[in-house]
């Protein structure tokens, strides 16, 4: 993905099972933010800090969509067990995290494995990438993304 791209065809999954094609969300800003894992203390902080801002992203119409390739039952449970307001998607084939590039190879322990790479997108209003975020560090990276949507 540059800067300027539209935003790919792909489909996800809500957490509620409900499918959904991401130009569908087209028509206001977008934040896309990939995370490895539901229920994990990163990925759990990160949806933390996101549903936090939800009133200030709303206030700046943006739509804030955080995807993982775990099941939608697995995110409802994460969404529900930690109050988050943000939307959380199912990319399960892990079609979308390959159109993104997010899908790479990973280190942990000497072992390699393939897993998502924690980004986040911004697509303003008519679907063109304006900014991204890769190897994100969790700290502070909500409040960054709000600060980037144009007023």
Known sequence: MEIGDSLPTGHLTSADGMRFALPDRIGRPIVLYF???ADTTGCTREAQDFSALADEF???NALVIGVSRDTPAKLKRFAEKHALTVELASDE???VCEAFGVWVEKQMYGRSYMGIERATFLFDAQGKLLRQWRKV???GHAAEVLAAIPA
């Open 35 to 37: 995370y490895p894992k």
């Open 93 to 95: 084939d892990g079609s």
């Open 137 to 139: 560090k969790v700290a």
């Open 58 to 60: 709303r206030a700046r």
